[in-house]
């Protein structure tokens, strides 16, 4: 739990300064997105992109709701004192100028590799070589995959322009699971990693939520690690997460996010079995990823464009995965769920 003087009040005060803070940041994401996407436009459909909807069309105020529901959420929680405010966007206008004209920038080159239909196009880059082919792939068409230090900077502006200043509110449904799950309990003592921690915000964010829990982050990517080492200010180390370098029992928590749908088939039950190896008895994963039409129905078109559009190869069985049974075989049970526009969050926990 946060520890905050003030008490009930200044939480509310957290919560109206969480919304207001959202609403600008929307605002913002909203249209550096809708400009990327008259540059880029994914979904003019190219010959190579063969999507045939099953779903009916996505109502615009169902979705308009889903989304609404993802910053109504975030700042419930700030209010309620599971976490502290959050400053997950560009510290000053001048910097969000710079990171959104990046992103427009780099929309055409994303556009070039989506018409030609090349997800792949990094594993010519020397410094893709010696990872797992799997991940030597231009997920989202991004330049430079998950390898350059320009694509580390790029990433979290790309993804709040994708999703129009939600991504930060969205995944933060995993840390309102582990933080409920948590609230009173003593964090001096408790070991947490972030795996796949990417360029680092949901590491700042369990930094600021558990500030006196030895936290650190792991991914693949050496690019992405200096990213996460610079946001967070945490300790990282490179690892595939399919061989987690922890020790089995030894961790209080472990959090996950955005890494199950960019997993092959094959791979996801060894991933969740290491994700259980290294948890505590009593210990809980906290995971975020995509809805599946199952979760949202009203919405199962737009999930089904999105690997068609975005170079997502293993979104498709991802979408049909049973996820409680997934992390069921690999001995943890759900004991917490929540949703919030296009992402899911489970809490899952190891049997004492």
Not at 284 to 297: G, K
Request: hydrophobic letters at 45%; one cysteine or more; charged letters at 25%.
């Amino acid at each position: 739990m946060v520890e905050r003087h003030g008490g009930r009040g200044a939480f509310a005060l957290d919560g109206i300064s969480q919304r207001a803070k959202g609403a600008v940041k929307a605002a913002w994401w909203t249209a550096a997105g809708g400009v990327t996407r008259a540059l880029a436009q994914p979904t003019r459909g190219e010959a190579h992109v063969r999507f045939e909807p099953k779903g009916p069309p996505v109502s615009a105020a169902r979705l308009r709701q889903a989304y609404l529901a993802a910053f109504d959420k975030d700042a419930a929680d700030v209010a309620a004192g599971l976490y502290p405010p959050v400053e997950d966007g560009p510290r000053n206008p001048a910097e969000a100028f710079r990171r959104a004209l990046d992103v427009i920038a780099d929309a055409k080159a994303v556009d070039r590799r989506r018409r030609k239909g090349d997800g792949v196009e990094v594993r010519q880059d020397p410094l893709s070589e010696g990872y797992p082919a799997y991940y030597r792939q231009n997920f989202h068409y991004q330049s430079g995959g998950w390898f350059t230090d320009a694509s580390a900077r790029r990433y979290e502006a790309q993804v709040e322009a994708l999703f129009s200043g939600a991504a930060g509110a969205m995944r933060r449904r995993a840390l309102s699971l582990l933080a409920a799950h948590w609230r009173g309990k003593d964090q001096r003592g408790l070991r947490i990693v972030d795996v796949a921690c990417g360029s680092g915000s949901f590491l700042a964010d369990l930094a600021g939520a558990f500030p006196r829990a030895a936290i650190g982050g792991v991914d693949l990517s050496r690019a992405y690690l200096a990213a996460a080492r610079s946001r967070s200010g945490l300790g990282v180390i490179q690892a595939n997460a399919e061989a987690l370098p922890f020790a089995d029992a030894s961790l209080d928590a472990v959090t996950c996010v955005y890494l199950f749908h960019e997993l092959p088939p094959r791979v996801r039950p060894v991933v969740a079995a290491e994700l259980a190896r290294v948890l505590k008895p009593g210990g809980v994963l906290a995971f975020a990823d995509s809805v599946q039409p199952a979760d949202e129905p009203d919405l199962a078109r737009l999930l089904e464009a999105f690997p068609a559009y975005f170079h997502e190869p293993y979104y498709a069985s991802y979408a049909d995965t049973d996820l409680p049974a997934l992390f069921s075989q690999a001995g943890l049970s759900e004991a917490g769920r929540d949703q919030a526009f296009l992402t899911k969050a489970l809490l899952l926990e190891k049997p004492l």
